[in-house]
């Protein structure tokens, strides 16, 4: 497969000649602070062996240019051997030694090296991003997985840096305005797990021991790091303290000591994904540097990010997958661990299974209903169709079957199957079997069956009681009914919940079981009186949805917010969310539970996902007819919350914030604008600047935010966050002029970085704008291919997704992009696979409209 992009079949072939004995990566980027300057020096010398002499090969690499390639002392002519995309060398010996020199181009699309240049005080940053395979931005690279070899990087930079990387630097030398810094030999890693980190960080230090079983002392540096401009909103206590706790954690679950010397966390800005496992050095992005107030729900995310990150350095970085078929072996496992370490390594985030339930699990619940859903385990031809698989499935779902695993065999079963796979394949690659293999050593199970209906097939199933009861109202015989394309053995427990003295809804009895087949009979239930609501897999135990029998879903339309249980009332809310998006529930009868019952929400996570949900109810799963008198419920229902929120509290910033989303009537506006002139005030609100942002898109999207305005705005918060925000509120403009720019900065032009194409994106696609935005369709599907062609495969991703016309809910969107689909057969699977999810979202948001109207 020629270009950019790698096949399975390629790699693969390559793998079987080749090993891999080290890389040493030489960076000059003392050119950086210099805007002008597009490019830096790279020089990668790789010692492989060949199992075949005389054999070709190639390395990747995407550089602007390549000054010169040696191969076993022989000079190869760049303009024969590099098509721009690989390196190709023949006449390969049983050891080799090979390097390139390459002028690499610094990044503004947060692939590869990123360049950024802080506006509040012009500092320039640098760090890297290569999963799955932009290593080859930066250095001449083998770039696959199962290609492990040890790296080590030296990198000269402007002296006043500090420069960080996988390993700990071993020697620091200073020649005039520039240091170059050398590191140790990394252990074996793969490509896209290398990392480079240079500027004018911040840096908070600390340290981690443990006395190990061996009796040896385990010592690890630790370091956060961020802008320095970001220094004075920096915890690093509450960061670094999460560390050390996770570091216990899976050191007394894993019992494999950390194995890559020191431990940086960085906070990089512009960063395309939440955080990177890096070894050594991870990477996150700085939006979890908090400038404002937030809720907890912003505390708990972040630390369940350090969780899974640092999950990561056993599950993917000492033991990576060997293609990315088998991506759940990291991502699946670090998702799990997460939610798994909040409570395991007692942080104070005791409510992370409510979170994971309502929050992760409806991301895993869209993707898997999608047509382009596929198996945990998925068939991965190449680069770009890996890309694309960082999804609900491969994270979510997959971790919602690990936590069904557990259940299955038995925590400690599976954490010794842990213990045993890490020691066995330290610094190696796997598949499937090889994890199946120790964990059923441990347990005593056969997991091929269970791993053939979990992990290699695809779908959700939905789980449904049927109840009979006698005339004086016991239960003659309660069934769990399963349906989906795959019938799947789930443990799951039944919850019979009845009203106790005060009114609340709570569990009167537990029943556990295993579900198999289409229907299975829940014997213990037999004689029991007939509760109030039956709610199926309480507690979460397994991945599905779920529904309810008519008197239940009665209790729940009554009493939604009476179930006492945190973690109950959130499956609750998820199954009644599923109900809506499956057009078996109106959108207004969803909207009305939200009003009536998120006020008494007491989980800010949960409480959160409500207002998202009920404002994508309105917009695009409510009959169009409705959408106006739903938008104005749910702004009347916004504003008597936030001032029926105890002051100061997270219920109250979260309850502003969703009336700045919904405000469209002159009495929200007017005390949008009152409380950023100073005029309103609402006891206990601090009116900060990330409110303040907010509020003035709420404005902006209502065309009462003028341009002297918005830029007063900018001046007194230009920083690389309020630049972003004030381009997002430029481009809600409803007007022509406004969408006009804000596609024209995206789709004309690659000048833009990623952050501000983003912002282009969300302002643009403002629903309330959609006669606006209408205009834009038929232009939108006449691009997609040269987007494609043209922009590195993230911005082409962002562009595609963003600007398809998802707020045109009607049937000409719907036949447009069948035309489009029915017209292209040919074009990249990656691209269609795009388009289609999004056509499929569409389909699902006229289906809920004819169930909203009827």
Same mark, same amino acid.
């Not at 051997?81 to 030694?97: P, Q, T």
């Not at 007063?712 to 022509?736: F, H, K, V």
């Given at each position: ?41 790279? *020089? ?12 070709? *090969? ?57 360049? +950024? ?24 690279? +083998?770039?696959?997985?199962?290609? @492990? ?84 909103? +920096? ?34 800005? #512009? ?36 969780? /899974? ?17 088998? $991506? ?32 992760? @699990?409806?991301? &895993? ?8 859903? /596929? ?40 954490? #010794? ?23 059923? #050593? *441990? ?89 109030? $609501? ?94 106006? #008198? ?49 005029? &309103? ?57 406004? @969408? ?115």
């Amino acid at each position: 497969m020629p270009g950019k992009n790698l096949s399975r079949d390629e790699a693969q072939q390559r793998a079987s000649i080749l090993a891999v004995d080290g890389y040493r990566v030489r960076l000059d980027v003392t050119s950086a602070p210099d805007p002008a300057a597009a490019v830096f020096r790279s *020089t990668t010398t790789v010692a492989f062996r060949c199992s075949e002499p005389g054999a070709a *090969t190639f390395l990747d690499l995407l550089a602007p240019a390549v000054r010169s390639i040696t191969l076993n002392g022989r000079t190869i002519d760049p303009a024969t051997a590099y098509d721009g995309a690989r390196v190709h060398v023949d006449g390969l010996a049983a050891e080799n030694v090979l390097t390139v020199e390459a002028d690499c181009a610094y990044s503004r699309t947060g692939e590869g090296l990123h360049r +950024f240049t802080d506006p509040v005080d012009g500092e320039t940053y640098l760090y890297t991003h290569y999963e799955p395979a932009d290593a080859r931005r930066v250095f001449a690279t +083998f770039e696959q997985p199962d290609l @492990k070899a040890p790296f080590t990087f030296t990198v000269t930079a402007p002296a006043a840096w500090d420069v960080r990387s996988n390993a700990v630097h071993e020697t620091v030398t200073t020649e005039g305005a520039a240091r170059t810094w050398e590191f140790a030999p990394t252990k074996p890693i793969s490509t896209y797990l290398t990392a480079v980190v240079a500027g004018p960080y911040h840096v908070a230090a600390d340290h981690y021991s443990r006395e190990l079983a061996d009796g040896t002392t385990l010592d690890v540096p630790l370091a956060a790091l961020c802008r320095k401009s970001l220094a004075r909103y +920096f915890d690093a206590d509450e960061i670094l303290g999460v560390t050390k706790l996770g570091l216990d954690f899976f050191h007394e679950e894993f019992d494999y000591p950390y194995p890559f010397g020191k431990y940086d966390q960085v906070f990089v800005p #512009e960063y395309n994904i939440g955080a990177m496992e890096n070894p050594g050095c991870v990477t996150f992005k700085e939006e979890f540097v908090f400038r404002s107030k937030v809720t907890d729900a912003a505390y708990e995310s972040r630390a369940n990010v350090i969780l /899974h990150e640092m999950a990561h350095m056993w599950f993917g970085d000492l033991v990576t997958m060997r293609w990315w078929d088998d $991506l759940w072996l990291k991502e699946s496992f670090a998702d799990f661990m997460g939610s798994y370490g909040l409570i395991g390594a007692r942080t104070r985030y005791s409510s992370a299974w409510v979170t994971f339930a309502n929050q992760r @699990k409806a991301w &895993a619940y869209r993707q898997d209903q999608l047509p382009t859903t /596929h198996p945990i385990t998925a068939d991965i031809r190449d680069l770009e169709a890996a890309k694309l698989n960082f999804d609900g499935i491969t994270y979510a779902k997959g971790a919602s079957v690990l936590k069904q695993l557990v259940a299955y065999v038995g925590s400690k079963a599976f954490f #010794e199957g842990a213990r045993r796979y890490f020691k066995r394949h330290a610094f190696g690659n796997t598949e499937l079997t090889d994890l199946l293999d120790v964990l059923e #050593e *441990t347990s005593g199970r056969d997991l091929r069956s269970w791993a053939a209906a979990w992990l290699q097939t695809a779908g959700v199933n939905s789980l449904t009681p049927q109840l009979t009861t006698d005339a004086a109202g016991r239960i003659t015989e309660l069934a769990v009914v399963q349906d989906g394309d795959v019938l799947r053995p789930h443990r799951i427990a039944v919850g019979l919940y009845d009203r106790d003295p005060d009114g609340a809804l709570v569990r009167s009895e537990r029943i556990e079981l295993d579900v198999t087949g289409a229907r299975t009979v829940v014997a213990e239930a037999v004689g029991r009186p007939r509760p109030a $609501l039956v709610l199926l897999n309480d507690d979460d135990l397994t991945y599905c949805k779920i529904r309810f029998d008519p008197d239940s879903l009665e209790t729940l339309r009554a009493g939604l917010g009476d179930i006492r249980d945190d973690l109950a009332r959130a499956l609750a809310w998820s199954a009644v969310w599923n109900l809506t998006r499956d057009g078996l529930m109106p959108a207004r009868d969803y909207v009305a539970l939200v009003l009536r019952f998120a006020g008494r929400e007491g989980n800010i996570g949960v409480l959160q996902s409500l207002h998202l949900q009920a404002k994508t109810a309105v917009d695009l799963y409510a009959d169009p007819a409705w959408r106006a #008198e739903g938008g104005r419920r749910l702004a009347d229902g916004a504003l008597h919350e936030l001032r029926a929120a105890v002051p100061g509290s997270d219920h109250q910033l979260a309850w502003a914030r969703f009336l700045a989303q919904t405000a469209g009537g002159a009495e929200h506006l007017g005390l949008v604008r009152g409380l950023l002139a100073g005029s &309103a005030r609402i006891d206990g609100l601090d009116v900060d600047q990330e409110l303040r942002w907010a509020l003035w898109l709420a404005l902006a999207a209502a065309g009462q935010a003028g341009d002297e305005e918005l830029a007063g705005e900018l001046a007194a918060d230009n920083t690389a966050s309020g630049r972003r925000q004030y381009t997002q509120c430029l481009a809600a403009r409803p007007t022509p002029e406004a @969408k006009a720019a804000a596609w024209s900065a995206v789709v004309d032009s690659d000048e833009l970085p990623n952050a501000l194409v983003e912002a282009n994106i969300a302002g643009f696609s403002v629903a309330a704008h959609r006669d606006l935005t209408a205009l834009y369709a038929a232009p939108y599907f006449k691009l997609l291919e040269r987007v494609w062609s043209e922009r590195t495969i993230e911005i082409a991703m962002r562009i595609v997704a963003g600007f398809f016309p998802r707020a045109q809910t009607g049937e000409p969107t719907l036949a447009e992009a069948d035309a489009w689909l029915d017209g292209h057969p040919q074009a990249a699977p990656a691209l269609r696979r795009l388009v289609l999810e999004c056509r499929d979202d569409l389909a699902r948001a006229l289906r809920a409209q004819a169930c909203d109207r009827a």
